[in-house]
T-cell receptor, first 115, second 112 residues
Framework: DTGVSQNPRHKITKRGQNVTFRCDPISEHNRLYWYRQTLGQGPEFLTYFQNEAQLEKSRLLSDRFSAERPKGSFSTLEIQRTEQGDSAMYLC?????????????FGDGTRLSIL | TQLLEQSPQFLSIQEGENLTVYCNSSSVFSSLQWYRQEPGEGPVLLVTVVTGGEVKKLKRLTFQFGDARKDSSLHITAAQPGDTGLYLCAGELEYNFNKFYFGSGTKLNVKP
């Protein structure tokens, strides 16, 4: 079990640039979640996928944010025209179908710093 | 306002002391999870509780789910420096499965 893998672990970029993060979930997990976590706060839900379908998006996910999971395996989160307020840890989690309260397994996140 | 309120926000104690962390809401949850997170890492699941009044024990950690499934507590007995970290509760609402709401966390520091 290799766990949930996220890369890059750290990303530093200038304001206005586009960034893309990748998440590789645990292989048999059909659900995949993206969260954002700022210092001193708990993770905030951004979006989740059931296989390749994006089923819910938070209002936090502005038009500059887009997430995909094209083949129902790995997922990407892209932020366009980054702003300083986008600086945060972006966490990915995966789980089996949650009707039976299956737990989420988190990756170690991508820390984004906007200069 | 957050759906789940955790208290206290910060806790600094000596090794060997006991402590309790609380997670409260006015909403009903179908399940509630407790995680521990260390700096630079993702949260690691400690326990899931699903039944009102449920008590689960994990070595020196005791987790309780409120009878009405609106609140939970985490009690640590004889804390050790290795318990240091950010403790997060997360709930799944009764009528909104698959979306998890996190509390803002309790940052615990156990001094040797």
């Amino acid at each position: 079990d290799t766990g949930v893998s996220q890369n890059p672990r750290h990303k530093i970029t200038k304001r206005g640039q586009n960034v893309t993060f990748r998440c590789d979930p645990i292989s048999e997990h059909n659900r995949l979640y993206w969260y954002r976590q700022t210092l001193g706060q708990g993770p905030e839900f951004l979006t989740y996928f059931q296989n390749e379908a994006q089923l819910e998006k938070s209002r936090l996910l502005s038009d500059r944010f887009s997430a995909e999971r094209p083949k129902g395996s790995f997922s990407t989160l892209e932020i366009q025209r980054t702003e300083q307020g986008d600086s945060a840890m972006y966490l990915c989690a995966s789980s089996l179908d949650n009707r039976d309260n299956q737990p989420q397994h988190f990756g170690d996140g991508t820390r984004l710093s906007i200069l | 306002t957050q759906l789940l309120e955790q208290s206290p926000q910060f806790l600094s104690i000596q090794e060997g002391e006991n402590l309790t962390v609380y997670c409260n809401s006015s909403s009903v949850f179908s399940s509630l999870q407790w995680y521990r997170q260390e700096p630079g890492e993702g949260p690691v699941l400690l326990v899931t509780v699903v039944t009102g009044g449920e008590v689960k024990k994990l070595k020196r950690l005791t987790f309780q789910f409120g009878d009405a499934r609106k609140d939970s507590s985490l009690h640590i007995t004889a804390a050790q420096p290795g318990d240091t970290g950010l403790y997060l509760c997360a709930g799944e609402l009764e009528y909104n499965f698959n979306k998890f709401y996190f509390g803002s966390g309790t940052k615990l520091n156990v001094k040797p």
